[in-house]
């Protein structure tokens, strides 16, 4: 296997965690001898967003969210993946609720992020869809978004109704915003692709191929992903028990992501239930426990098995490392909320990315500020007729 896992970290972050340390040191903030120094050792490096340039043959995936519908938490979000390629493309795999939180935090160009694909439609997994469509809009995307996904079983089930039913609810927001913003910004296309084909195309441009095959998940619709560039692959299952498709279409990935739900025991003990039964068919039959998760690894042998759609609670985290260990020896991650990974083809290499709870939006770019804008939203003479003459609001310039 060759598989390597050096510390990289670049001269400009390695120079700037130095600078910072000296810095805190020298106003005396950091104890300098800690039992917590002594721990450290064992911790992941930190990727401060920002602060590296991609090499051109290089891919960077982020965990935006790792976690379940219920609960969500400051520390974990539902579901989503961002994979940024050396080419300068941008891609995420699901919105889950929450996850718009953790891609704020990193701050990103939004004028490059215009390609949304989803593996299903369970709000775990597109539930931030409408943060992002206004989000992305109001902080940089001045193009329009692009959300590819499955058909369902009937036309009401599939990707492009649920999409056109969001840009719908959204009528009053997007038209609210008229004249202010781009227009080309305010709009969504959906792309929705048959479900049931294996190995299929749903995207290609500029180098990068992505392909498709169903997931067994709950309901016909769900599918998973490979995405293929310069000789690396990126593979998200979303959510599905194991399944032949997943292990014919998986094999020998870069970095494969399949979900690892909880054990039968620890799902029931987690969510309090009394039926074993409940549990043992949510946590085997429509998700993959973590034996499961191991022997689908283990089939596949991709540089690195990434486990993720599990609340890391001590002793699930611990269950799950127990079982898939069982079943699975290779290069593996349980996934949490913000860790990077930057996959070449000689190495894979793992960190956390340093997020402020509190951020400003990102900058936006010319292209964003030069953008048409037709038209300006109005208020009825009804509604104006209530301004009080009590305040009176500074002239409006001209510009
Ligand atoms: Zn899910």
Not at 19 to 33: H, K
Request: glycine share 8%.
């Amino acid at each position: 296997m060759n598989f390597t896992f050096p510390r990289r970290v670049t001269f400009m972050v390695g120079g700037l965690v130095i600078a910072l340390v000296f810095a805190m040191l020298a106003l005396g903030s950091v104890p300098r001898t800690t039992s917590a120094q002594d721990s450290s050792r064992d911790r992941l490096p930190s990727y401060f967003p920002n602060t590296e340039q991609l090499r051109p043959d290089e891919m960077r995936i982020t965990a935006l969210g790792t976690g379940l519908p219920t609960p969500i938490t400051r520390a974990q979000k539902s579901t989503a993946w961002m994979v940024e390629l050396g080419n300068g493309d941008v891609f995420l795999f699901d919105l889950g609720t929450g996850s718009m939180e953790n891609l704020f935090g990193l701050r990103p160009d939004f004028s490059k992020i215009d390609k949304v694909f989803l593996s299903h439609l369970h709000s775990d997994h597109f539930g931030d869809l409408d943060a992002f469509i206004v989000g992305s809009w109001l902080s940089g995307r001045y193009t329009p978004l692009h959300v590819y996904g499955g058909s369902g079983e009937t036309p009401e089930l599939g990707t492009k109704a649920a999409v056109e039913s969001l840009v719908k609810a959204l009528a009053w927001d997007i038209k609210s915003r008229t004249g202010l913003m781009p227009d080309a910004g305010g709009k969504v296309i959906a792309h929705e692709f048959d479900y049931k084909p294996e190995n299929q195309v749903v995207y290609e441009d500029n180098d990068v191929r992505i392909t498709s095959w169903p997931a067994i998940h709950s309901l016909d619709g769900s599918v998973s992903y490979r995405l293929e560039w310069n000789g690396l692959s990126f593979v998200f299952g979303g959510d599905t028990r194991p399944n032949q498709w997943f292990i014919d279409n998986a094999k020998d990935a870069d970095f494969a992501i399949h979900e690892c739900f909880p054990t039968p025991e620890g799902l029931a003990k987690f969510n309090d239930w009394d039926s074993m039964k409940d549990a043992t068919f949510v946590s085997s039959y429509i998700h993959t426990p973590p034996e499961g998760f191991g022997k689908v690894m283990s089939a596949i042998q991709p540089r690195m098995a990434v486990a993720f759609h599990t609340v890391l609670l001590p002793d699930i985290r611990q269950g799950m490392l127990e079982g898939i260990r069982k079943t699975y020896d290779g290069p593996l991650t349980i996934a949490n909320d913000l860790m990077v990974w930057n996959v070449t083809k000689d190495a894979i290499t793992m960190r956390e990315a340093v997020v402020p709870d509190r951020v400003t939006p990102p900058a936006t770019t010319e292209g964003y500020q030069k953008a048409p804008r037709t038209g300006i939203a109005k208020m009825s003479d009804y509604i104006m007729g209530g301004v009080w003459e009590g305040f009176t609001p500074p002239p409006l310039p001209e510009k």
